[in-house]
């Protein structure tokens, strides 16, 4: 059964399940979670991947929140590249713009929204590229919680299950396809 939730609902979930989460852990191994470097990214990755999964939905709060990181890189972007000229600059702007159109083509105004980003897929990727920004396998298991809560509280794990299923096959039979194209060397 599909549930709409809305997002202080996934909010309070994520965080009753990331705050059990630590406390096992402080209890367990003695990691403090309050220390400085650790609790600000601790936040800011529960706060958005407990909301991640509703990017495709046009007026979810997961899309207010890229909408507004998307004009504060481009105006940011295009004021230094105004005072520098710097050609990183120029690629920044010209990311937000692309990041913004995809988004507003992907993205729907409606309850039914639930596309790629409610499936394990998007989530393990969204969490690969916050180890990769992070650097934290302690921040990484947050966001897999809070983004697996999301998904479990919306009622559609069994669906996001078939979705990963149906994509993986498609991106098999892709594959196949093209070594099927690539000729056979003779002697190796």
């Not at 046009?58 to 005072?83: C, E, M, P, T, V």
């Not at 507003?104 to 039914?112: P, R």
């Amino acid at each position: 059964m599909l549930v709409n939730m809305r997002y202080t609902e996934h909010l309070v979930l994520s965080g009753i399940v990331n705050g059990a989460f630590l406390f096992i852990l402080y209890m367990t191994f003695h990691i403090d979670v309050f220390r400085a470097e650790l609790i600000v990214p601790l936040l800011m990755t529960f706060y958005i991947f407990s909301i991640l999964p509703d990017i495709d939905h046009q007026k979810s709060h997961a899309s207010g929140i890229l909408n507004l990181f998307l004009i504060y890189l481009f105006g940011s972007s295009a004021f230094d590249f105004y005072n520098t000229f710097n050609p990183f600059d120029l690629a920044k702007i010209i990311i937000a713009i692309a990041i913004f159109i995809v988004h507003a083509k992907y993205s729907e105004n409606s309850y039914l929204h639930r596309k790629f980003p409610h499936t394990f897929t998007f989530g393990i990727v969204a969490c690969l590229l916050l180890y990769f920004l992070a650097n934290s396998i302690l921040v990484c298991m947050v966001g897999a919680i809070s983004f697996f809560t999301h998904i479990l509280s919306d009622g559609y794990v069994i669906r996001a299950i078939e979705k990963d299923r149906t994509l993986w096959r498609l991106v098999g039979s892709k594959i196949t396809a093209i070594k099927n194209k690539i000729p056979k060397r003779k002697g190796f």
